[in-house]
T-cell receptor
Framework: GAVVSQHPSRVICKSGTSVKIECRSLDFQATTMFWYRQFPKQSLMLMAT?????????EQGVEKDKFLINHASLTLSTLTVTSAHPEDSSFYIC???????????FGPGTRLTVT | AQSVAQPEDQVNVAEGNPLTVKCTYSVSGNPYLFWYVQYPNRGLQFLLK??????LVKGSYGFEAEFNKSQTSFHLKKPSALVSDSALYFC????????????FGSGTKLNVKP
């Protein structure tokens, strides 16, 4: 099956610093990648959708200057949380779509803790 | 508006008993429907999908789901639950008119007790 990796799996950073999370599709080319944030009470919140080589489409209420998304190639998307604050602490999950495939494939997630 | 509802935050079932996790949807046109499972501190794993054809679809780990167009439902089922099935389950629908749009339910925590 399709494999999506995320790195790092866990990161702790100080308030005010920036953190980059990588999402890679390992055995397929991802036409579209998605970034989600998962809150403690389990629900998934879609943050943005990105297509290779074009600007990401952010969901309403998600600050694009704070959550920078780059989809530089068909196998790599990055999410950078800039000037992180404790309220940005969360579980971030990426997913990827391959052409001609109906379902998304998810990465294992990144636990971000901002102190 | 497109939406997916999982009416139960939590489902408790004894090991060996059948389980059902409910999902209803509201979309225009015929839906593409999915179930995913999430174990603690992990990403979501794809379980099964309905695209077209037979209303009963079978997926991984012995799970199946039935597409019911009249009731706009896609309930997840398994004849005999295992303790290892305890996890968080998400139903999702993909918009046929906008292929990049997926709508997820709020998730249902399944607890299977020995």
């Amino acid at each position: 099956g399709a494999v999506v990796s995320q790195h790092p799996s866990r990161v702790i950073c100080k308030s005010g610093t920036s953190v980059k999370i990588e999402c890679r599709s390992l055995d397929f080319q991802a036409t579209t990648m998605f970034w989600y944030r998962q809150f403690p009470k389990q629900s998934l919140m879609l943050m943005a959708t990105s297509n290779e080589g074009s600007k990401a489409t952010y969901e309403q209420g998600v600050e694009k200057d704070k959550f920078l998304i780059n989809h530089a190639s068909l196998t790599l998307s990055t999410l950078t949380v800039t000037s992180a604050h404790p309220e940005d602490s969360s579980f971030y999950i990426c997913s990827a779509l391959a052409g001609g495939v109906y379902e998304q494939y998810f990465g294992p997630g990144t636990r971000l803790t901002v102190t | 508006a497109q939406s997916v509802a999982q009416p139960e935050d939590q489902v408790n079932v004894a090991e060996g008993n059948p389980l059902t996790v409910k999902c209803t949807y509201s979309v225009s046109g015929n839906p593409y429907l999915f179930w995913y499972v999430q174990y603690p501190n992990r990403g979501l794993q794809f379980l099964l999908k309905y695209i077209t054809g037979d209303n009963l679809v079978k997926g991984s780990y012995g799970f199946e789901a039935e597409f019911n167009k009249s009731q706009t439902s896609f309930h997840l089922k398994k004849p005999s639950a295992l303790v290892s099935d305890s996890a968080l389950y998400f139903c999702a629908v993909r918009d046929r008119n906008n292929f990049n749009k997926f709508y997820f339910g709020s998730g249902t925590k399944l607890n299977v007790k020995p």
